[in-house]
């Protein structure tokens, strides 16, 4: 009767294919609480801290963030495309008003990233950030026997570390001003809910993301900071193209299957918590 069991290839498309439809059906529900940057209480200019803001996804939001208003600094490690991608907001703002900062930063370790969020505040004319978005992250597919301590210690601080350090030093910010209604987005990914070949040196950190995530939701209601988790799947963007460089082939084929979204068409996902259209 082994005949009959499934193939492992197989198994592992299906399964991917029914985390995304749970993920799709799921979405309105994650979100409960909408992200709104025009609220009927907020007096000034919101200001709006978006880590991995030079590039993909992050780079998306910002604009988008801008088009909508916003104060907004970005956080990512290359100065060059940082600078081009200040310039590239601002050419979005509604007015002159509006202040776009830039900070090049690792925000791997505690102490970098305690730096950068500071150094945000005190640019930002000493606003406190209203809404953290933290879109900084990193993927190199790959066999687990092939990957060296380097590969696998980088995966987690790529995925892990690097969204979770911020979202602690902005809650302590947050209660240090006494500020109300802080939102932290974590930006994860459909591998938090599933996984499969290509990914061992990935899946862990988002695993542990989404685990963070869902327990700062019930803690975070001690403070009145509202916490949300994002699950995309793939995502056309440079970081995109720089996995593919190291994805073993049956990674490929088992995502076959799957579209790559545009950073933009993911930034209407996150903010709005609606699925775009099924492209065929």
């Given at each position: 009767?082994?005949?009959?069991l499934?193939?492992?290839?197989?198994?592992?498309?299906?399964?991917?294919?029914?985390?995304?439809?749970?993920?799709?059906?799921?979405?309105?529900?994650?979100?409960?609480?909408?992200?709104?940057?025009?609220?009927k209480?907020?007096?000034?200019?919101q200001?709006?801290?978006?880590?991995?803001g030079s590039?993909?996804?992050g780079?998306a939001?910002?604009?988008?963030?801008?088009?909508?208003?916003?104060?907004?600094?970005?956080?990512?490690?290359?100065?060059?495309?940082?600078?081009?991608?200040?310039?590239?907001?601002?050419?979005?703002?509604?007015?002159?008003?509006?202040?776009?900062?830039?900070?090049?930063?690792?925000l791997?370790?505690?102490?970098?990233?305690?730096?950068?969020?500071h150094?945000?505040i005190?640019?930002?004319d000493?606003?406190?950030?209203?809404?953290?978005?933290?879109?900084?992250?990193?993927?190199?597919?790959?066999?687990?026997?092939?990957?060296?301590?380097?590969d696998?210690?980088?995966?987690?601080?790529?995925?892990?570390?690097?969204?979770a350090?911020?979202?602690?030093?902005?809650?302590?910010?947050?209660?240090?001003?006494?500020?109300?209604?802080?939102?932290?987005?974590?930006?994860?990914?459909?591998l938090?809910?599933?996984?499969?070949?290509?990914?061992?040196?990935?899946?862990?950190?988002?695993?542990?993301?989404?685990g963070?995530?869902?327990?700062?939701?019930?803690e975070?209601l001690?403070?009145?900071?509202?916490?949300?988790?994002?699950?995309?799947?793939g995502?056309?963007?440079?970081?995109?193209?720089?996995?593919?460089?190291?994805?073993?082939?049956i990674?490929?084929?088992?995502?076959?299957?799957?579209?790559?979204?545009t950073?933009?068409?993911c930034?209407?996902?996150?903010?709005?918590?609606?699925?775009?259209?099924?492209?065929?």
């Amino acid at each position: 009767m082994l005949s009959a069991l499934p193939h492992p290839l197989a198994s592992a498309t299906f399964t991917a294919a029914a985390a995304a439809l749970f993920v799709w059906a799921s979405m309105s529900w994650i979100w409960r609480k909408k992200l709104d940057f025009h609220g009927k209480h907020r007096a000034s200019i919101q200001h709006c801290y978006v880590t991995g803001g030079s590039s993909g996804l992050g780079l998306a939001l910002s604009e988008y963030l801008a088009k909508h208003g916003a104060h907004v600094t970005i956080v990512a490690r290359d100065t060059k495309k940082l600078v081009e991608a200040q310039a590239r907001i601002k050419s979005y703002c509604l007015s002159e008003s509006q202040r776009i900062v830039a900070i090049s930063a690792d925000l791997t370790s505690q102490a970098t990233s305690h730096e950068a969020y500071h150094d945000a505040i005190a640019k930002q004319d000493g606003q406190v950030p209203d809404n953290v978005f933290l879109c900084a992250g990193h993927a190199k597919p790959g066999f687990f026997v092939e990957a060296d301590e380097k590969d696998l210690r980088s995966g987690l601080d790529g995925t892990y570390w690097v969204s979770a350090w911020t979202a602690q030093i902005a809650t302590k910010a947050w209660i240090a001003a006494g500020k109300k209604g802080g939102r932290i987005v974590f930006v994860a990914s459909l591998l938090a809910l599933t996984s499969f070949v290509g990914y061992a040196g990935y899946t862990p950190g988002k695993h542990a993301l989404k685990g963070l995530a869902d327990t700062l939701r019930s803690e975070y209601l001690l403070y009145d900071i509202h916490v949300h988790l994002y699950l995309p799947a793939g995502i056309l963007s440079p970081n995109y193209e720089v996995e593919n460089r190291t994805k073993p082939a049956i990674t490929s084929k088992i995502e076959e299957g799957d579209t790559p979204m545009t950073p933009e068409d993911c930034v209407k996902c996150l903010i709005t918590g609606k699925s775009p259209p099924i492209r065929s």
